[in-house]
């Protein structure tokens, strides 16, 4: 089974500030990685899917990169609205999962 | 627009049986995709609980997979998750998804979530 490992759990920021969330595969996934945002009190939100593409409606401000077993999550300037955590999330194949999220902070 | 609702008991007793639903507006089940059952335990990340096909192909996770059934009902258009001998470890939000191939299976469509709670 594929796990996700990501990095760093949780992370200090200001708004305006350039954020960067990591993830990384047991294994190569291609690019079936998907990045969601939680907010307490909401369900999860998809961000980015298949590494790079952006959900509709998402703000551009939300990018997603990498490939194989490497994956990065970029929030190019930090909003009030963007306190939460991510996670990410392969869908190569069965079993899903996701990792342990990170949990960006003011 | 499709919108996914959860329900079922929001209180659960050790060693008891939780069962949850999940009904869809503005899509049929019987059309296709993958559904899924995931949650949240408290302080805890998200854990892939297991998905459902129209066809009745299931994929689970192996941790949960020896205590988990989820069913699809065409007629009712919902699906069920039903996980037995529950312990507090199980209190949790449990969500529905939908895995969207077009968006590299991504679970792009979430119900709101039903907190359960395991206790006695």
């Known amino acids: 089974d594929i796990q996700m490992t990501q990095s760093p759990s949780s992370l200090s920021a200001s708004v305006g500030d350039r954020v960067t969330v990591t993830c990384r595969a047991s294994q190569s996934i291609g690019n079936f990685l998907n990045w969601y945002q939680w907010r307490p009190g909401e369900p999860p939100k998809l961000l980015i899917y298949g590494a790079s593409s952006l959900q509709s409606g998402v703000p551009s401000r939300f990018s997603g990169s990498g490939s194989e077993t490497d994956f990065t999550l970029t929030i190019s300037s930090l909003q009030p609205e963007d306190f939460a955590t991510y996670y990410c999330q392969h869908s190569y194949n069965y079993p899903r999962a996701f990792g342990g999220g990170t949990k960006v902070e003011i | 627009q499709v919108q996914l609702q959860e329900s079922g008991p929001r209180l659960v007793k050790p060693s008891e049986t939780l069962s949850l639903t999940c009904t869809f507006s503005?899509?049929?089940?019987?059309?296709?995709?993958?559904w899924a059952w995931i949650r949240q335990s408290p302080g805890k990340g998200l854990e892939w609980i297991g998905s459902?096909?129209?066809?009745?192909?299931?994929y689970y996770n192996p941790s949960l997979k020896s205590r988990v059934t989820i069913l699809g009902d065409t007629s009712k258009n919902q699906i069920s998750l039903k996980l037995n001998s529950v312990t507090a470890a199980d209190t949790a939000i449990y969500y529905c998804?939908?895995?969207?191939?077009?968006?590299?299976?991504?679970?792009?469509?979430w119900g709101q979530g039903t907190m359960v709670t395991v206790s006695s």
């Open positions: 459902v096909y129209k066809s009745g192909t299931t």
């Open positions: 998804a939908r895995e969207l191939p077009e968006e590299a299976d991504a679970f792009d469509i």
């Open positions: 503005g899509y049929s089940f019987s059309s296709g995709y993958f």
